[in-house]
């Protein structure tokens, strides 16, 4: 049986506001509070990974099957509902306030959005991510959603065919899948940065990362809590938040210190540390405290896979 850890969804809440800040850009003294902010993501890509691989892991392990029809139900009932309320929420702002090309753009965003393509949408129709006129669309957000849910389609029946027909190569096999991401992420920001923020291919490392730590687990059970490495995991979550501007060249190499970072903090962080109990604390960790759980396609920690 799951036992329910809320340092990870302390670390889930970190990463929310951090993405809300980053879009409010605050200011104090001429600087932008977490000009970094937008790591947030990369940090819930790895926590999806690892609770969603821990799941699936699980059960086929118990089982020799994947429940598909339950899996998918389960991700709909934990996505459609607050995704259905912020398109409603805006329809009425949209009808009122855009110009027709605008209103036009939104419709096409909400299509995408339900479709879970909206990465690809906006690869096509948007400017720089960040950008004053990209941070306007009201969908912009569900890029990530949609990346999400493309490897929740896709990664459940690779992993089936994996465990059950190259068991004995299930390790080497995502760890070169994550290699092989991670390589095409680091050339192809430099010739197409739009393609390797949007892109599923380029951000399954980080998914992946998840992964690994998921399977490490199920084979050896989890490792102690160590103070020193969730303290440093946390340090290089929050520091990344923090020293990361819009200049950073990003998704790359840099986005491995907050990927090994969140590792670091799901692998080693309890309520027996520091890092653990500040996590844990309330509100961090009060579940249902998001106002706004479609920012990053988020799932909890809990037992069921939330």
């Excluded at 118990?62 to 934990?78: E, M, N, Q, S």
């Amino acid at each position: 049986m799951k036992v329910y850890r809320p340092e990870i969804d302390g670390l889930r809440a970190i990463s929310v506001m951090a993405v809300i800040l980053y879009h409010a850009e605050f200011t104090v003294a001429g600087h932008t509070l977490l000009s970094g902010g937008y790591i947030g993501v990369d940090v819930f890509f790895v926590i999806s990974g690892f609770l969603i691989s821990q799941i699936l892991l699980t059960e086929i392990e118990a089982t020799g099957r994947i429940d598909f029809l339950k899996f998918y139900a389960r991700r709909a009932r934990r996505i459609l509902p607050a995704l259905f309320a912020v398109i409603f929420a805006t329809m009425p702002f949209a009808y009122y306030f855009l110009l027709p090309l605008e209103l036009t753009d939104y419709a096409n965003s909400v299509g995408s959005s339900l479709l879970f393509g909206s990465n690809i949408y906006f690869y096509f129709t948007a400017a720089q991510y960040g950008e004053p006129n990209t941070l306007l669309k009201p969908f912009l957000h569900t890029w990530s959603l949609s990346v999400e849910e493309q490897f929740y389609i896709a990664f459940p029946v690779l992993l089936l065919i994996l465990r059950r027909y190259l068991k004995s190569n299930f390790l080497p096999c995502v760890l070169v899948a994550a290699a092989l991401s991670f390589v095409f992420c680091f050339v192809t920001v430099r010739h197409d940065p739009q393609q390797a923020f949007y892109s599923p291919l380029t951000r399954a490392w980080e998914l992946l990362a998840g992964t690994l730590l998921a399977y490490y687990e199920l084979r050896r059970g989890r490792p102690r809590p160590q103070p020193l490495l969730a303290a440093a995991g946390l340090i290089l979550v929050l520091g990344s938040l923090i020293l990361f501007g819009k200049d950073t060249v990003h998704p790359g190499r840099v986005t491995v210190i907050p990927v090994v970072g969140t590792c670091l903090v799901l692998a080693f962080a309890s309520r027996e540390n520091a890092a653990g109990r500040l996590l844990a604390s309330r509100p961090a960790a009060s579940p249902g405290w998001c106002p706004t759980p479609c920012i990053c396609g988020i799932i909890r920690s809990s037992p069921s896979g939330g």
